[in-house]
């Protein structure tokens, strides 16, 4: 007998009506009487799970002793009307094989309610857990709609590599890839020497996929990224993380309207489609972490992100009378406080900011005709701040170089990069949305930790 899984089974349920069939899985709960048991069992396919009825004449207590919480059962039976409230079918047990046992005594998850903090450090465990295996299905998901958006388009995907020689942000915080004995590293005249190490050069761990998206972007027009990607900041807060994945589209021929468009679309398009295909782990979510999930999630869909320039923000900043942490002027940097300051409390919608100085952002982003700003642009959202950073990007190469050298970039450590704005340079666009802000505004968990299977933070990577 062939096994079916449960999202099978109880989205079709007419159809195996009568019929006996074999499920496997694992125990969520066993109660009962003298007269029956009923197994609550869980296979992964859905958070559903499939009530499993045995009859105490057929099923002795002996028989059902290994069938507790977290144990893996094989079960046959035929498919009857449920009686009780909750499902629509059951299975009138006719044999329980136990596969795999879970000591009532040992298994961490025998009771529930346990906390967020306590499951991460059962992060081997915890997709067992009703949120967990909520959170997996949907980032399947949301990976799934991320790939066809950009199938649809026409929009190919490239690999770009993990272990590089640049950093693409310039922000310096990298995690370094090295074969060289670390207890003996070899010197000349006081300075590490690369050119004993693996690659002959300094490497290290991609902090974006972008520089080398660009390459793509000018061959093949319009590219996306969607890999693994690397910051050793010793960031702790519920929005970061050392290892995150990012979408990277690139975009030939956009100018920063265009990128905007297309970022606006995107976040529509994904959120949309988690609305369309994730439902029963949505009202989970919704009904046990946050009752406003599912309605915020429709109208972010429904109505347009406000776009609005840095220094505009700014002034809506300064003028709001809100006591912020960090005081804000032109020219610093954001903080979280000011960009969900803007999104929850001003506007109550997703806001694009665009116009940032040129100070406070990354080398290859398109100048202004002021000089003073550039062509960026970062989509901030509710409860999460930044959720995407992008821009037009310098096509000219006096200018680029101009820019390298403010920054104390060598033109050696990149030339590749440079030689495309010298062969058949264009304006082009792209922009990077990391995968974890998505999944938290999605999911509506509030820490990026419990979105990913197994998160790396400072001083966290056990599993
Ligand atoms: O704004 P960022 O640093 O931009 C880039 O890396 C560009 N190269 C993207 C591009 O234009 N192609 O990062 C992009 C996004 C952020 O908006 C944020 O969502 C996410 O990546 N991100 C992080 N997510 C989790 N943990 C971290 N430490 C993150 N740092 C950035
Ligand atoms: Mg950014």
New binding site residues.
């Given amino acids: 007998m062939s096994r079916i899984k449960i999202k099978t089974l109880l989205s079709d349920s007419a159809l195996y009506l009568d019929s006996t069939i074999e499920v496997k899985g694992w125990v969520r709960s066993k109660r009962g009487n003298k007269h029956v048991a009923f197994i609550a069992l869980n296979d992964g396919s859905t958070i559903l799970t499939f009530q499993i009825v045995c009859d105490t004449q057929t099923f002795s207590e002996e028989m059902l002793k290994d069938v507790t919480t977290g144990a893996c059962i094989k079960a046959i039976g035929k498919v009857v009307a449920s009686q009780g409230a909750g499902q629509s079918v059951e299975m009138q047990a006719t044999s329980v094989e136990v596969i795999g046992k879970a000591d009532p005594e040992t298994y961490p998850l025998q009771k529930k309610g346990h906390s967020l903090e306590f499951l991460r450090e059962i992060a081997h465990l915890r997709p067992r857990t009703n949120t967990f295996s909520a959170v997996l299905r949907m980032r399947h998901a949301m990976a799934f709609a991320i790939h066809k958006f950009f199938n649809d388009k026409g929009f190919f995907y490239i690999h770009t590599p993990i272990v590089t020689g640049s950093d693409?942000?310039g922000?310096g915080a990298m995690f370094q890839v090295t074969t060289l004995d670390l207890n003996n590293v070899p010197k000349v005249e006081g300075k590490v020497d690369y050119t004993q190490d693996f690659f002959g050069k300094a490497t290290n761990l991609t902090?974006?996929?972008?520089?080398e998206?660009e390459l793509g972007a000018m061959a093949l027009g319009e590219i996306y990224?969607f890999g693994p990607?690397f910051?050793a900041?010793n960031?702790n807060t519920t929005?970061?993380?050392?290892e995150?994945w990012?979408i990277?589209?690139?975009m030939a021929f956009y100018e920063l309207v265009d990128n905007m468009n297309l970022a606006e679309e995107f976040l529509k398009y994904v959120i949309r489609y988690a609305l369309d295909h994730c439902i029963d782990d949505l009202k989970f979510l919704n009904e046990m972490y946050d009752k406003e999930l599912i309605s915020r999630l429709e109208s972010v869909t429904q109505h347009p992100f406000v776009r609005l320039t840095y220094t505009e923000a700014v002034e809506i900043l300064k003028s709001s009378g809100h006591k912020f942490e960090y005081k804000v002027d032109w020219g610093t940097d954001l903080q979280s406080e000011h960009e969900r300051y803007l999104v929850e409390k001003h506007f109550k919608k997703p806001v694009i900011l665009t116009h940032y100085p040129k100070e406070i952002k990354?080398f290859?982003m398109k100048l202004d005709e002021d000089g003073k700003t550039v062509k960026a642009m970062?989509?901030l959202f509710p409860g999460?701040g930044?959720?995407?950073?992008?821009?037009q990007r310098e096509d000219n190469l006096e200018k680029l170089t101009a820019r390298c050298a403010e920054v104390g970039i060598h033109e050696s450590d990149i030339w590749w990069y440079l030689e495309t704005r010298k062969f058949g340079s264009a304006p082009h666009s792209?922009?990077?949305?990391?995968?974890?802000?998505?999944m938290l505004f999605v999911t509506g968990m509030g820490n990026?930790r419990d979105v990913i299977p197994f998160p790396r933070t400072p001083k966290n990577a056990e599993f």
């Fill in positions: 693409a942000e922000a902090v974006s996929g972008q520089l998206g990224t990607t910051r900041e960031s929005r970061h993380l050392a995150f990012m990277e589209p690139e990354a290859y970062d989509v999460i930044e959720i995407i950073g992008g821009s792209g922009f990077g949305l990391g995968f974890e802000r998505l990026i």
